[in-house]
């Protein structure tokens, strides 16, 4: 006889058989996922820790090099200060500098190295100096050229007069010259070469008339002047 009892029992068993079935499918599929990605967190674990002992080991190798280079610099300012000292105690600089820029001209130009050897031996220290004297003129420039712009010294055998650049004023240039630029100063000597030295104020300059040495010290006066003061000493 049928018993439909046993149908309906069948029918469940099956559906637990599938549901079971299922879960362990799951329950294998997660456990190899959960695997799957505890070998990738170590795998990824060990590439960090290697290339945290690489980049410490390139750390250590920057360090020494950084040390290196740090010794060679204080090696190279060492060596610098030593080449340095020895350049100002041996290549003139300033009024020495000058001295020895005229003696080698003064060689170019045909003196004997007896005579001029003779010449600086013979100097001593001033003697015999007249009172300083002082006159002032107003410097040309560009914008001025009218009078008053020179001085005459020497029985008035010598010219002394000067070129500057105009100062500005709200960007407009001035007739009078900047004291704060170079100036040319020109030295004219009647029956002599003219002298033309170009700097910025004070200058000085001295030339031997005879048996006299005459000083000239070149500086800034009021606007528009240059004040020249003058004396004479014996020769030589």
């Not at 010259?177 to 104020?201: A, W």
Request: glycine share 6%; with cysteine.
């Amino acid at each position: 006889m049928y018993d439909p009892s046993s149908r309906y029992r069948r029918r469940a068993n099956e559906r637990k058989r599938k549901t079971m079935t299922l879960i362990v499918f799951l329950i294998i599929f997660a456990a190899f996922f959960y695997w799957l990605g505890g070998q990738v967190v170590r795998s990824s674990e060990a590439a960090y820790k290697q290339q945290a002992m690489k980049l410490k080991d390139e750390k250590k190798s920057l360090e020494d090099n950084l040390t290196e280079l740090d010794g060679n610099l204080q090696t190279l300012k060492m060596e610098y200060e030593k080449l340095e000292n020895q350049y100002q105690a041996e290549v003139p600089t300033g009024d020495l500098k000058e001295l020895a820029d005229l003696a080698r001209k003064q060689l170019d130009d045909g003196i004997a190295k007896d005579r001029l050897e003779f010449v600086i031996r013979s100097a001593r220290p001033p003697r015999n100096c007249s009172s300083p004297e002082t006159k002032r003129f107003v410097a040309r420039t560009p914008y001025y050229n009218g009078p008053d712009s020179f001085v005459l010294f020497v029985n008035k055998s010598l010219t002394i007069t000067a070129m500057g650049e105009a100062a500005m004023t709200n960007g407009q240039h001035e007739a009078w010259y900047d004291p704060g630029k170079p100036v040319k100063v020109k030295f004219t000597r009647l029956g002599g070469k003219d002298v033309e030295k170009e700097g910025l104020l004070p200058m000085h300059y001295s030339m031997v008339v005879g048996d006299k040495e005459h000083r000239f010290t070149i500086a800034k006066g009021n606007r528009s002047f240059i004040e020249v003061t003058s004396d004479s000493c014996d020769y030589p």
